[in-house]
């Protein structure tokens, strides 16, 4: 749900929708999400000072504490 939810968000964001990718891998309890871009659309992704890419962390955090899981957000090329 949350990967859904991320999909989504950054589609919206960026110039290349169509290359966004989003994968999730859980290993010791934690959930990691890893959020794949186009190059050009890093700095949309994080945002001016980092504060989109906080906000999506925000949200997964959230939605990770409601289950009881640790959820990080990572953005790759």
């Not at 919206?12 to 994968?23: A, I, K, R, W």
């Not at 980092?50 to 953005?75: D, Q």
């Amino acid at each position: 749900m949350v990967e859904k939810l991320l999909e989504y968000l950054v589609k919206q964001l960026v110039t290349q929708p169509e290359s966004v990718m989003v994968s999730s891998v859980e290993a010791d309890g934690k959930c990691t999400i890893q959020v794949r871009v186009a190059q050009q659309d890093i700095a949309r992704v994080i945002g001016s000072e980092g504060r989109i890419l906080r906000s999506l962390r925000t949200m997964g955090g959230v939605s990770g504490a409601l289950k009881n899981k640790e959820i990080v957000v990572e953005i790759l090329k």
